[in-house]
């Protein structure tokens, strides 16, 4: 199935899934918020595991980081984390996983790729939401490729439109959108020997040590599945609505 039409159709299971869960729980349990005339509001902290870049080589240190908890969202900006997704693009289950990065993206941005060892599929990086989303569908728009977005706007692009991971142009055409897209990867404030090969094995399941697929985040030695939260400490308010 071509990308595009693979999150079209991801896209319309979504709106299925809205419009029956309107119909049997009602609007509110798309809100988020609670049923009754009271809400729950969490504050406090979390022990989050988090994959560590390193100055040199594809590994990923595996470390846990405290975090602020705001209203139940993970403050994981605040804390100076970048985020993680991986989105399985082939059709077979349309899973996503999300996983914590440190030491990536200094500078708001974001990047994304289909040239994400091994498995392909899409890995998003970055530590602006906004930016985050634009580059990922850019790349769903090229049909596969590099891309890099800040400040709202695709600041590089490498176009891989075969199987998300060749490129049908020329090889200085394609070495000069690599180099751009590298150029603006480390103007973000990646450190690393290689920006581009670190980025893409982050979802390698066999580059040690902790790595993210589309089932989630994975101790590669021992091959057990990591939580994104390991421990929850909440302190509890009830706010009554007015």
Not at 11 to 27: F, I, L, Q, V
Not at 62 to 77: A, K, S, T
Not at 127 to 134: A, G, T, Y
């Amino acid at each position: 199935m071509p990308v595009d039409d693979f999150w079209k159709e991801e896209y319309r299971k979504e709106e299925c899934r809205k419009e029956a869960c309107r119909n049997e729980c009602g609007e509110e349990a798309l809100s988020g918020k609670p049923s009754g005339s009271e809400a729950q509001k969490l504050s406090g902290t979390a022990v989050v595991n988090v994959m560590q870049i390193q100055t040199f080589g594809t590994r990923a240190k595996h470390v846990q980081r405290e975090i602020p908890v705001q209203d139940g969202n993970l403050c994981w900006q605040e804390a100076g984390l970048c985020l993680a997704a991986v989105f399985e693009r082939y059709g077979k289950n349309g899973d996503v996983s999300w996983g914590f990065v440190e030491h990536a993206l200094e500078q708001k941005g974001a990047v994304a790729t289909t040239w994400s060892h091994d498995s392909h599929n899409l890995l998003v990086l970055g530590n602006s939401v906004e930016d985050m989303v634009l580059a990922q569908n850019e790349v769903v728009h090229m049909q596969g490729g590099y891309v890099t977005a800040s400040g709202g706007r695709v600041t590089a692009a490498a176009e891989l439109p075969v199987g998300g991971i060749i490129s049908d142009k020329s090889l200085p055409e394609l070495a000069a959108e690599i180099r751009a897209v590298r150029g603006e990867i480390e103007r973000m404030g990646y450190v690393n020997n290689n920006v581009i090969m670190s980025i893409s094995t982050l979802s390698l399941l066999v580059s040690p040590e902790l790595k993210l697929s589309d089932q989630g985040m994975f101790d590669v030695k021992s091959q057990r599945k990591i939580p994104l939260v390991e421990a929850f400490q909440i302190q509890e308010e009830k706010v009554v609505e007015q």
